[in-house]
C-alpha cells in the first residue's frame, strides 16, 4: 500500500515564470496517474523527471486552460515519441472533439490508441476499476462543469502468518492462494478445519486521496471524502477576499481548511493560489486556524504515504 | 525605418526544459506583430519582458502543435488581463474553429473583440496592408498547409532639407506637408517654383524581413524573399541527415544558406532545430560553407536593424 503525488503546477489562471498551472502525477498501488494537464504540464513532467511512458490515464477535471491547455501538447509529445501503448482521457464533454480537431488540423494522427471517457454526470460515479484501485468523481461547483476525483486503493489480499502456517504440517505452497482470499483450511481428507484468521493477518489498510480543483465551498462532497488519507482542495483566496468566492466559485484557504476538518481527513494539501499572493505562507497559517495537518503544494514536491 | 526581432521559441517539436518551440516578437516601423506561438509562448513573453498589449496581430504559419499550441492560452490570458483592443488572428483555415471551441467549453467569451483571417490560398497574398506596413504570405512546402510571412516597411516621406529649405524665405511651415509627400514647392502668387528633390532627401530604403517555416527547401520563394534585410529560415537539419528532409518537409541549415544566397538576402537566422543535435553550432558552420552572413535563433536573442 503506498501513495506517491508530485506536484508539477499548483497556481491558478496563466503560466507564468516558476508558477505553473494545475497538474499532478499521482502513483498509486502499482498505477500511475495524471490529474490534470495545464500549459507547461510535459515541462514540468521532464524537469521532475516523470518518465512519460508511465503514463496511461489522465484525468482532467474541467475545461478551463489552466486545468487542460497542455494535454493536447503532452498527447501530441506521446506521438512524436513513438508511444503504442494506449492511453485514456477522462474528462467533461467536449473534450474529445477539442482533441480530435486539434490531431485532425495537424494531420498528426496517433498512431498508439485514444480513448476518451467523457463524463456529464452530477452526481458521483465510478469512473476507473482495476484489481488495485478505483477511481470516483467528485462533483465540484465551478463556473463550468467540473469533477475532483477520489482515489482509492482496494482492499488487497490477507498477509500470510508463516509462524502459524509452519506449524501446521498439513498445509502446502498451493494452500496459500486460498488462505490469502480469506478462506478457512480444511485438510484434504476433511478431518482438519483451522480458521483462516489463526493463519493470517489483515490485508493492510487501503489508502485514499482525494483531489478537489476548482470549487465553491461545497460541503455536499463531505461524505465523499470522509476520512481520506490525503487531501488535496484548492484555495484560490485567502478570507481577505472571500468576496470574490462568489462570482469566480473558488476557495478560500479557511475554507477547505473547514472541508478538512468536518471530512475528518488525515493530511491536507493547498494549492491553486491567486497570482495576488506574494506570501503562499498565509495561506497555510489561515488554514491551520482550523485544521493542523496542512501542507502548501509546491512545483516537485513530492507527498508520500 | 527600424526592425527589431524578439526570438522567444526556437527549436522543433515538443517544449522541453530551455528549448521552446516557435515564436518571435517583430517591431517594425511603429508595428508590432507575434509569430508563431507554441506551447509556453506565453511565459517566453513575461521573460523577456514583451508587453502583451502591445500583440495586436498575430501570424500563424501552421496548425502543427510546435507553431499554435500556446495560442489559445495567449487568447485566454488577454481576457483574464481585462483586454480591450482588438486581436487579429492570422493563420490556416480551421483556427478558428479550433480556437472559438476552446473558448466555448471553457465559456470564457472574451470582451475584447477577435478577428480570425483564415488563409488557404496557395498564392503569396496581400494579408495586412496600413501607412507602415504590408505583410504577404510566402507559401512554403510542409506536411500541412503552411505559410511564411513577408514583413515590409512601407516607403515613408522625404525627409526636409531644411538648410535648403531655410534659404527660401517664401516657404512656410505649412507648405512642408507637400514637401514631405514629394511636390515641387510653388510660392502663392505662382511666379517661383523649386524643385522637391532641390528642398528635400529620399525618405530612407524601406526594410523587409522574411520568416520561413517549416518548408522543404522551395526555390520558388526566391522571388518573393529577393533581397530582404533579414531572413529567418527553418533548418531542422543539417546534411547527415537530409535523408529526414523528403519525408518531413524540413531543410538542412545548408538548404537554408542556398534560399539565402540566391535570394540575395542582407542576414540569415537559423532556427527549428531539431532535438538531435547537442552542438547547435554546427548549422552556423554548415550554413557558412554556402552563405556568409548566418546567426542562429536563441530564446531571447534580439536582432536589431
Same mark, same amino acid.
Given at each position: 500500500m503506498s501513495i506517491k503525488l508530485t506536484i508539477l503546477g499548483c497556481h491558478s489562471a496563466s503560466p507564468r515564470q516558476n508558477a505553473f498551472p494545475t497538474s499532478?502525477?499521482?502513483?498509486?498501488?502499482?498505477?500511475?496517474?495524471?490529474?490534470?494537464?495545464?500549459?507547461g504540464t510535459q515541462t514540468l513532467l521532464r524537469k521532475h523527471k516523470v518518465q512519460f511512458a508511465k503514463i496511461?490515464?489522465?484525468?482532467?477535471s474541467h475545461l478551463h486552460g489552466d486545468h487542460f491547455y497542455g494535454l493536447i501538447g503532452l498527447v501530441s509529445t506521446f506521438g512524436l515519441h513513438g508511444r503504442e501503448n494506449d492511453?485514456?482521457?477522462y474528462g467533461p464533454k467536449g473534450i474529445k472533439e477539442v482533441i480530435t480537431l486539434q490531431i485532425k488540423l495537424a494531420k498528426s494522427w496517433t498512431k498508439y490508441k485514444l480513448y476518451f471517457h467523457e463524463l456529464n454526470s452530477k452526481e458521483s460515479e465510478l469512473i476507473f476499476d482495476d484489481k488495485n484501485v478505483e477511481v470516483y468523481t467528485i462533483p465540484l461547483d465551478h463556473r463550468i462543469y467540473t469533477?475532483?476525483?477520489?482515489?482509492?486503493?482496494?482492499?488487497?489480499?490477507?498477509?500470510?502468518?508463516?509462524?502459524?502456517?509452519?506449524?501446521?504440517?498439513?498445509?502446502?505452497?498451493?494452500?496459500?492462494?486460498? +488462505?490469502? @482470499?480469506?478462506? /478457512?483450511?480444511?485438510?484434504?481428507?476433511?478431518?482438519?478445519?483451522?480458521?483462516? *484468521?489463526? #493463519? %493470517?493477518?489483515?490485508?493492510?489498510?487501503?489508502?485514499?486521496?482525494?483531489?478537489?480543483?476548482?470549487?465553491?465551498?461545497?460541503?455536499?462532497?463531505?461524505? +465523499?471524502? @470522509?476520512?481520506? /488519507?490525503?487531501?488535496?482542495?484548492?484555495?484560490?483566496?485567502?478570507?481577505?477576499? *472571500?468576496? #470574490? %468566492?462568489?462570482?469566480?466559485?473558488?476557495?478560500?484557504a479557511k475554507e477547505a481548511a473547514s472541508i478538512a476538518l468536518r471530512a475528518e481527513v488525515k493530511h491536507l494539501i493547498l494549492g491553486h493560489y491567486s497570482s495576488r499572493y506574494d506570501d503562499l505562507n498565509n495561506f497555510k497559517e489561515e488554514a491551520q486556524t482550523i485544521f493542523k495537518n496542512v501542507s502548501l503544494a509546491k512545483s516537485g514536491e513530492i507527498f508520500e504515504l
Open positions: 499532478q502525477f499521482l502513483e498509486i498501488k502499482e498505477r500511475s496517474f495524471l490529474i490534470d494537464c495545464g500549459e496511461k490515464h489522465i484525468f482532467i492511453l485514456h482521457i469533477n475532483g476525483f477520489l482515489f482509492k486503493e482496494k482492499k488487497g489480499e490477507r498477509k500470510l502468518n508463516m509462524d502459524a502456517i509452519q506449524q501446521n504440517s498439513e498445509i502446502e505452497i498451493c494452500d496459500y492462494h486460498h +488462505l490469502k @482470499k480469506g478462506k /478457512d483450511f480444511v485438510s484434504e481428507d476433511g478431518k482438519t478445519t483451522i480458521q483462516n *484468521k489463526k #493463519l %493470517t493477518f489483515d490485508a493492510p489498510t487501503p489508502l485514499s486521496y482525494a483531489f478537489c480543483s476548482d470549487t465553491a465551498y461545497k460541503p455536499s462532497i463531505i461524505p +465523499l471524502i @470522509k476520512n481520506v /488519507d490525503l487531501l488535496y482542495h484548492e484555495a484560490t483566496f485567502l478570507e481577505d477576499k *472571500k468576496e #470574490l %468566492t462568489e462570482k469566480t466559485k473558488h476557495s478560500t
